[in-house]
Structures are given as C-alpha cells and as structure tokens.
C-alpha cells in the first residue's frame, strides 16, 4: 500500500505554503533555509493563545472521539489509530528534542546551536508532530472517497507557520515534524488494530455512545 497521491500533493502544497509564509529565504540549519522572523510576528491569527487552542482541541477531538465512537465502527478504528499516531509522534518528539538539544530561535539567532544540552528543545516541533499524527489517520482512511478531508493539511501547516513567526522554532524544525508525523500517522493507519486497544481486554472498545 502506497501513501495516496492526493496526500503527497497535499504535503506538498503545505510546504510550499511554509516557505512562502516564512520567507524561508537562505539562512543556515540543514537545508539552509532556516532564519529568525521578526519578534512580535506571532499576533493576531498567529497568537500563541491561537495555537494552544488548536493542540488542545486536536487531541481532545481525537481521544474524545476514539471514547465516544467505540472501536466497532470504522470511524472509531480510524480515531483509534490516531490516537495511536499521536502517541508515537509525542514520543518520538521527546526522544529526539533530548538528543539533539537544538536552541530555539528565542535562545539566539544561530541556527546550527544542536547539541547545547538541557533546556533546548527546538528540534522537532512536538506541537506540529501532535496535530500532524492526529490528522494524517483520517486523511488517509476518507481523503480518497471525499477529497475535502485533505483540507485537514491545513491544520499542521497553519501550526507549523505559527511556531515560526512566534520563534519557538526554525523552518526545519516545523518541516522535519510534518515529515515525521506524516510517516508515524501512515504507519498507524495501516496496522490492522490500533495499538492502544491490545491493553483492553478483547482488544474493544465499547463507545460511550452506545453505553449510555
């Protein structure tokens, strides 16, 4: 099974997107895009209140769903999976800021500070790995029967850009958490079960819905 080619098109608009709305012009880090934006480039639409709302949320619609839904419907194992898919990416996301302790654009203006130890955490973005895992499920089990679900790209990319213009991130930071989020929420949805369900008894999950 390969990943659908609307979701590689839909990427990669989302990247094109990152670049044009960061001015992702040539600076250092990996791939020599990544510069600090301006400070004070994080209000309105961009605010920080603005993201925490929608990491929050996404993980709140995700889990609440899984536990609403039930495992026995396809909607519920796809919510399921997600839930899966965020809890590898915010796992790997850890594994990774602990091993490359990379300075945030607010620690300093140098982007090719890795390894400066506790307390630098640029590298990946947990918050765009998150809303990245959870949405990546649902794209690829609905975008091909309704493409409007690839609207769903939107969201990581839209955090992505915000994490930038606030400087709690580079440009690779955010690009490398879409990749890698992408990746583990393809990997969760093509497992037969969700992960998640293996510690409930039966592997099912009766939903709330069907419980009261």
Wanted: proline share 4%.
């Amino acid at each position: 099974m390969s990943i659908h080619a609307p979701l590689r098109n839909a990427l990669g608009v989302c990247f094109l997107a990152l670049f044009l709305a960061t001015e992702a012009f040539a600076g250092g880090g990996p791939f020599g895009i990544d510069h600090a934006v301006d400070k004070g480039d994080d209000r309105g639409l961009w605010a920080r209140r603005n993201q925490l709302i929608l990491q929050d949320g996404t993980a709140l619609f995700v889990i609440g769903s899984a536990l609403w839904e039930g495992s026995e419907s396809r909607f519920g194992q796809t919510a399921w999976k997600a839930t899966d898919s965020i809890l590898l990416g915010a796992a790997t996301a850890q594994v990774m800021k602990l091993a490359f302790s990379r300075a945030r654009p607010a620690q300093g203006e140098d982007p090719n500070l890795w390894f400066q130890g506790s307390g630098h955490r640029s590298f990946p973005s947990g918050e765009v790995m998150e809303i990245t895992t959870a949405v990546t499920p649902f794209i690829l089990e609905y975008g091909a029967e309704n493409p409007a679900v690839y609207g769903l790209a939107l969201l990581p990319v839209y955090d992505a850009i915000a994490r930038v213009r606030s400087r709690g991130h580079w440009q690779s930071d955010v690009l490398a958490s879409l990749a890698i989020g992408s990746a583990i929420g393809y990997y969760a949805h093509s497992r037969q079960n969700a992960l998640t369900l293996g510690v409930i008894p039966g592997g099912v999950w009766v939903g709330w819905s069907k419980r009261f």
